[in-house]
């Protein structure tokens, strides 16, 4: 099945310090793996994304991991700003062709 | 701004009734995607196309169903609304399969 799984729903952090959320999926023939970002009543925007010939992906203070034998993969947000209060989903790509999102995190930055 | 336009912004409608959703995917772009998201939920994948032809269903409804048209805009059509129908509706495009997907900025619909 195209499941997957997003932990926590909730995550509230003090700014300057760092954000992880972490995603499971089922499918192991999954190889795409984006993340979007969504503000209140926005439109998602895709963040940063990783495919399965990688590892790791850094992009500034936004980076993703990705273990496709364990099949998690994980978004970390060091240095956080209030600019990164937002939900945060994660999804997979699977074969036949459709996203599969997580549930979201609802990411609170206390300043 | 993503590049993808979906029309209307906002659609207010009564129980039983009829409404179509557009969508302008970005220029070039040949894979259009339909999502619904319900109040304080996430994205669930509704349907998709790919240069007119119908690629990947998700959980649509029978009573909900789209196309794609030759210029590559598609369109939603919901049909006997009811009150749970009541959620955004998103659109995104992406340039062939396995792309990134860019979402446009959504269609609010409330069913009273």
């Known amino acids: 099945g195209e499941n997957v799984e997003q932990h926590p729903s909730t995550l509230s952090v003090q700014e300057g310090d760092s954000a992880v959320i972490k995603c499971t999926y089922s499918?192991?023939?999954?190889?795409?793996f984006p993340w979007y970002k969504q503000e209140l009543g926005k439109r998602p925007q895709l963040i940063i994304d990783i495919r399965s010939n990688v590892g790791e992906k850094k992009d500034q203070r936004i980076a993703v991991t990705l273990n496709k034998t364990a099949k998690h993969f994980s978004l970390h947000i060091t240095e956080t700003q209030p600019e990164d209060s937002a939900v945060y989903f994660c999804?997979?790509?699977?074969?036949?062709?459709?996203?599969?999102f997580g549930a979201g995190t609802t990411v609170t930055v206390r300043a | 701004d993503s590049g993808v336009t979906q029309t209307p912004k906002h659609l207010i409608t009564a129980t039983g009734q009829r409404v179509t959703l557009r969508c302008s995917p970005r220029?070039?772009?040949?894979?259009v995607y339909w999502y619904q998201q319900s109040l304080d939920q996430g994205l669930q994948f509704l349907i998709q196309y790919y240069n007119g032809e119908e690629r990947a269903k998700g959980n649509i409804l029978e009573r909900f169903s789209a196309q794609q048209f030759p210029d590559l805009h598609s369109e939603l059509n919901l049909s006997s609304l009811e009150l749970g129908d009541s959620a955004l509706y998103f659109c995104a495009s992406s340039r062939r399969l396995y792309n990134e997907q860019f979402f446009g900025p959504g269609t609010r619909l409330t069913v009273l």
């Open positions: 999804a997979a790509d699977f074969n036949d062709y459709k996203l599969s």
């Open positions: 220029s070039g772009d040949l894979s």
């Open positions: 499918d192991s023939a999954s190889n795409y």
